[in-house]
């Protein structure tokens, strides 16, 4: 059995070491157009974790908190729909906001963010430190209408950089026209759902053999 509290999960003698070492995240793709990120800092990290995010999901509302921003950050904030608030952090800034990241290099001020996120029930994550995230932000591939996420369950960025890479790589160029092929044969296909699904499992069995 597994208890949690607010800072740490004991993990009892009750699960074994295969259970308690697996990945128990729940992926998910968000639609950040309809959602409200706050980044709390405007350092490195700051700027690398807004590069990725837009990378992945341009049309992302954005607001950015700190005293200062890089200049790297400015041009990059002017590029999507990413406002800059040259400020220190308080919990005002979270009025509004579905999802919270903060990148400060003042361990109290990121742990007073996860405590104001927390107080009002909103997605947290603080970077670099795992037992301060709701969610990760992992290594993510996308090809047109593709989108492959991939964690390592916060243990290795790097692992994930690199199986990106891989990954990037391997996927076809045009796996989004063949995408958008069967999304048009789906919609010729007469039946019910069942039918439906078995004639596209027949009809798309090929792309896995080897």
Same mark, same amino acid.
């Given at each position: =059995?597994?208890?949690?509290?607010?800072? +740490?999960?004991?993990?009892?003698? $009750?699960? $074994?070491? $295969?259970?308690?070492?697996?990945?128990?995240?729940?992926?998910?793709?968000? &639609?950040?157009?309809?959602?409200?990120?706050?980044?709390?800092?405007?350092?490195?990290? @700051?700027?690398?974790?807004?590069?990725?995010?837009?990378?992945?999901?341009?049309?992302?509302?954005?607001?950015?908190?700190?005293?200062?921003?890089?200049?790297?950050?400015?041009?990059?904030?002017?590029?999507?729909?990413?406002?800059?608030?040259?400020?220190?952090?308080?919990?005002?800034?979270?009025?509004?906001?579905?999802?919270?990241?903060? /990148? /400060?290099?003042?361990?109290?001020?990121?742990?007073?963010?996860?405590?104001?996120?927390? @107080?009002?029930?909103?997605?947290?994550?603080?970077?670099?430190?795992?037992?301060?995230?709701?969610?990760? =932000?992992?290594?993510?591939? /996308?090809?047109?209408?593709?989108?492959?996420?991939? $964690?390592?369950?916060? &243990?290795?960025? /790097?692992?994930? +950089?690199?199986?990106?890479?891989?990954?990037?790589?391997?996927?076809?160029? *045009?796996?989004?026209?063949?995408?958008? *092929?069967?999304?048009?044969?789906?919609?010729?296909?007469?039946?019910?759902?069942?039918? +439906?699904?078995?004639?596209?499992?027949?009809?798309? +069995?090929?792309?896995?053999?080897?």
């Amino acid at each position: =059995m597994i208890a949690k509290d607010d800072d +740490k999960i004991n993990i009892s003698n $009750s699960v $074994s070491p $295969s259970e308690a070492e697996r990945n128990n995240l729940y992926p998910i793709f968000l &639609k950040t157009k309809n959602l409200n990120v706050l980044i709390v800092g405007g350092g490195f990290v @700051a700027e690398e974790k807004l590069t990725f995010l837009l990378k992945s999901s341009p049309d992302a509302h954005v607001t950015m908190v700190s005293p200062i921003f890089r200049d790297g950050t400015v041009a990059l904030a002017n590029k999507g729909d990413v406002t800059l608030i040259k400020d220190a952090y308080n919990k005002s800034y979270l009025k509004g906001k579905h999802i919270v990241v903060a /990148t /400060t290099d003042i361990p109290e001020v990121n742990v007073e963010v996860w405590k104001d996120c927390r @107080a009002e029930a909103k997605l947290v994550n603080v970077a670099d430190n795992p037992p301060y995230c709701d969610f990760y =932000m992992g290594g993510i591939v /996308t090809k047109g209408h593709v989108k492959v996420a991939i $964690s390592t369950n916060g &243990k290795s960025p /790097t692992t994930a +950089k690199r199986l990106r890479q891989f990954f990037e790589d391997v996927i076809p160029e *045009n796996i989004d026209d063949l995408v958008k *092929n069967l999304n048009e044969y789906r919609k010729t296909i007469k039946g019910d759902f069942e039918e +439906k699904v078995e004639k596209l499992n027949e009809f798309t +069995k090929g792309l896995i053999e080897k």
